[in-house]
């Protein structure tokens, strides 16, 4: 079904404007498309200047998370017959813009690389290639393995906002799946990094991140898991 969409963006492009303004764009879209396809709509038939991310459209990358209606969303799986034909679209918030919806992640990727998440086991496994472990041993970490990186999360947290060094939900969580992976051997290495109000500690159990994660990872129960193995210091 046909449907008029009066979609406003937020544009700003830090080379010729000196604040962020709001652009409205009058569309005929499918009530089945998604915000994506509007977004599209626009840069390929009203004003090819205006900047967005996209890659996968197809909810895996995560690279089209942006503030839709208020909330964070990704773009590609975000139907416009579920968000209605009024739509604003901002950039995701707490972190700078590089042009219109456009980001720098630098300071988000940074935080993730802070928890250091990789397996960390050595020396390599006697007799086998495979480092094994039981269905219940993987299963504690799976919720935690959805994560990709969108930062829907951690743009959504209000101490993200105010506390640069807070190292944000989706580090965390990606902390946790490997602080409960049976095979690492630096539970307390990681847990030292955890522990303080830059850490999980930081949390104020907001349940923003939760709301926000497009992969429904039960965002602020991760965090609150990581906060009480600090206190056990990974025994």
């Known amino acids: 079904m046909k449907v008029a969409v009066n979609l406003r963006v937020l544009r700003f492009d830090p080379e010729v ?4 303004h709001w652009e409205s764009y009058a569309l005929e879209m499918d009530d089945g498309d998604r915000v994506l396809d509007a977004l599209h709509e626009v840069r390929w038939h009203h004003d090819g200047t205006l900047a967005f991310r996209r890659s996968c459209a197809h909810g895996v990358c995560g690279s089209d ?11 590609c799986i975000l139907l416009i017959r579920d968000v209605g034909p009024d739509i604003t679209v901002e950039p995701m918030r ?7 919806l456009v980001v720098d992640m630098s300071t988000f ?5 802070s928890v250091q998440p990789w397996l960390k086991a050595d020396p390599p496994p006697p007799g086998s290639r495979e480092r094994l472990q039981s269905p219940e041993e993987r299963a504690r970490f799976d919720d935690t393995t959805k994560c990709i990186l969108c930062a829907a999360c951690t743009t959504s947290c209000p101490v993200f906002w105010t506390n640069e060094q807070f190292v944000g939900p989706a580090a965390i969580v990606n ?3 490997f602080v ?9 290495e990681r847990l030292a990094g955890l522990g303080g109000r830059d850490g999980a500690w930081g949390c104020r159990t907001a349940f ?6 497009p992969r429904h990872i039960k965002v602020t129960q991760a965090i609150e898991e990581v906060r009480r193995e600090t206190l056990r210091g990974g025994d």
Request: hydrophobic share 35%.
């Open 17 to 20: 404007d000196k604040a962020p």
């Open 65 to 75: 998370a942006m503030v839709v209606n208020g909330r964070n969303r990704l773009a």
């Open 94 to 100: 707490g972190l700078p813009v590089v042009k219109d």
């Open 109 to 113: 990727f940074e935080q993730y690389r």
């Open 175 to 177: 902390a946790h799946r």
């Open 180 to 188: 409960f992976d049976s095979r690492d051997q630096a539970k307390s």
């Open 208 to 213: 923003n991140c939760t709301e926000a994660c």
